[in-house]
């Protein structure tokens, strides 16, 4: 006689229970996607935890609803096995359906915990890195590698050619304002914002000399540098010594960032990137103009529609970039409305949350059905 199973009991064993691993520079570089992705996910009624280290602060982050598990207890090498009985512990307590790894350096420690837990899990890809997680994929637990952009899907599918066919696009959710910041009061004195971590003084070089000399023809802005990282030092020194400290100013890492992009004008990004660039998804959700190196890994630059772009080493390129977005402010505008629409069609936050979930209930079925379960 076959077993009758009540109607909590279905519900249970088709649940979506993830466990979402994340580390300091998700944290960082991408706190308003991972707050969408939290109460989105808690909209949809899948129970959820946040794993992430201690000492980040969570609460402009997750949702009530969301279980927030704390990684590394203890910061000394020594304690590591404590550390990791303590996280399984409460992993296992929460019982989760599958684990999904967003942080590079989760990345070994999800596949542990899958492993143990005998659960699927899946990995978000944020940059095209050499081998990419290489020893982290499991192709026995890891059901999908989910991937940011439509390069860093490429990037995957020739690195993992062996789980090609588990490469998922996802595109990070943003909301978009209903207002444009861009040039919105021909009173307020022009402002540019460049948010990114300050590892290297020469990324600044070009676009600083070419500042200096939109300064000597008379334009009026300021240019806010936000960031923290090992080249603060030079990179003040070089403002000094160009000239530009009553035009230029550096911040530290500036939160919630939305708050202050929806009071800028120009949003510039200098350098190309391995990694998407969350904080230009936002620049643009808010109605800044972007100017933008090119390369890197985002879909989001298209030259003149819903960026101005520039080759990063071409001073004059960069000059005559963003005089273009001073002078003709119009355009400006139009490309930062452009760029809104487009984040409206393709980076929609409910379109991420359904393809995720959609993703989370491919990944448990196929490892159900592959005997593991």
Known sequence: MPTKHTNSEVAVKNSVRPVLLIDKDIVSDGAS????????????????????????????????????????????????????????????????????????????????????????????????????????????????LIASSQVIAEHIKHSHRRLAERVIRINIGEFVEDVCACFPDTARVTSMVVAQTLDNPSDFEPLLNAVKHLAVDGCEFV??????????????????????????????????????????????????????????????????????????????????????????????????????????????RRIANAAQSHIREHHSVSKMIELLIKTYRTAQAWYKNSGND
């Open 223 to 332: 240019l806010v540098i936000a960031g923290t990282g090992p080249a603060e030092r030079k990179l003040h020194e070089m403002i000094k010594a160009l000239g530009l400290s009553q035009i230029v100013t550096t911040v530290g890492n500036i939160r919630p960032v939305r708050t202050v992009f929806a009071g800028a004008d120009i949003f510039i990004v200098p350098r190309p990137s391995r990694r998407f660039n969350p904080r230009l998804l936002e620049a643009m959700s808010v109605g800044m103009a972007v100017a933008a190196c090119r390369g890197g890994v985002d879909d989001l630059l298209i030259e003149d529609k819903t960026a101005v772009l520039f080759d990063p080493e071409d001073e004059l390129g960069i000059y005559s970039s963003l005089q273009k977005l001073l002078d003709k402010r119009e355009f400006a």
């Open 33 to 144: 996607s991972l707050h969408h992705l939290m109460v989105g996910l808690n909209d949809d009624s899948c129970h959820t935890a946040l794993v992430c280290p201690v000492g980040v602060e969570t609460d402009s982050l997750v949702c009530p609803a969301v279980e927030v598990i704390r990684y590394p207890l203890f910061k000394t090498p020594l304690l590591r096995s404590q550390n990791i009985k303590a996280l399984f512990g409460s992993v296992e307590k929460f019982k989760p359906t599958i684990l999904h790894c967003c942080g590079n350096s989760m990345a070994r420690l999800t596949r542990y915990l899958s492993c143990r837990l005998d659960v699927p899990y899946v990995l978000t890809f944020d940059s095209v890195r050499r081998r990419p997680f290489a020893p982290c994929v499991s192709s026995d637990h890891c059901g999908a």
